[in-house]
Nanobody, 122 residues
Framework: VQLQASGGGLVQAGGSLRLTCAAS??????YGWFRQAPGKEREFVGAIVKSASKIYYGDSVKGRFTIARDNAKNTLYLDMNGLKPEDTAVYYCAAGNPIISYVSLSEGYSYWGQGTQVTVSS
């Protein structure tokens, strides 16, 4: 399984970006986004489970970020609005079959993309 993340870049605070994750297979129950800033632990951004019937978001991005999934294209999206400097991180997409209590944990995912850098300037 291969996951290819793209769409990162440099944006000013308050701006928007769309990240894309192309998956080589559509065999997993959950697809998620995580991020990791320098010197910090990997943080849960959000996940979409079971054909978009359930979507979860991390507290720090609720109301600003939106996850969507195009099953026909095997593609996951992360629309980021109202970006803040603290959103600066490498963003990773992930795929797996975590139980609900592990949806927000990196341990719940078996496959990871290579990461894409998002930098938000103040």
């Amino acid at each position: 399984v291969q996951l290819q993340a793209s769409g990162g870049g440099l944006v000013q605070a308050g701006g928007s970006l769309r990240l894309t994750c192309a998956a080589s297979e559509r065999t997993f129950r959950s697809y998620g986004w995580f991020r990791q800033a320098p010197g910090k632990e990997r943080e849960f951004v959000g996940a979409i489970v079971k054909s978009a019937s359930k979507i979860y978001y991390g507290d720090s991005v609720k109301g600003r970020f939106t996850i969507a999934r195009d099953n026909a294209k095997n593609t996951l999206y992360l629309d980021m609005n109202g970006l803040k400097p603290e959103d600066t991180a490498v963003y990773y997409c992930a795929a797996g079959n975590p139980i609900i209590s592990y949806v927000s944990l990196s341990e719940g995912y078996s496959y990871w993309g290579q990461g894409t850098q998002v930098t938000v300037s103040s």
